[in-house]
């Protein structure tokens, strides 16, 4: 009786349940928290370091492969790439514009 017993729990341990399948699937997927981190050290590149457009684009880039892997973050990433790529841009210039009338270029 006992050995029935003991062949029965065995049965329900290797049972998958509801858990196990979403946990499979998550594991699944790749890693989306490296996307979305790079994706928002990239926005902020975009906002201060010269070339805008590049930083920007590959923030972008980061936000669009977290998004395919399921993360709703991603979507912030692409939107802040953009905005702050937009503004490092009209910051840029107009910076560029006070240096080139301070130093008479």
């Keep these: 009786m006992e050995d ?3 062949g029965n729990e065995k ?7 509801g858990g196990d399948q979403h946990d499979a699937a998550a ?3 790749p890693k989306t928290g490296l ?7 990239l ?4 906002l201060i370091i010269f070339p805008f457009f590049i930083f920007g684009l590959a923030g972008v880039i980061m936000g669009i492969l977290a998004t395919k892997g399921g993360s709703k973050g991603g979507v912030a990433v692409i939107a802040a790439n953009i905005i702050l ?3 490092g841009l009209i910051s840029g210039s107009v910076i560029w514009n006070y240096l080139t009338r ?3 270029m």
């Excluded at 926005?43 to 975009?46: C, K, R, T, V, Y």
Aim: charged share 10%.
């Design 4 to 6: 029935m017993m003991d």
């Design 85 to 87: 790529m937009g503004i």
């Design 27 to 29: 594991a699944a997927r």
């Design 11 to 17: 049965m329900k341990q290797q049972v998958p349940q």
């Design 35 to 41: 996307f979305i981190a790079l994706g928002w050290i």
């Design 43 to 46: 926005a902020i590149a975009s």
């Design 102 to 104: 301070l130093f008479g």
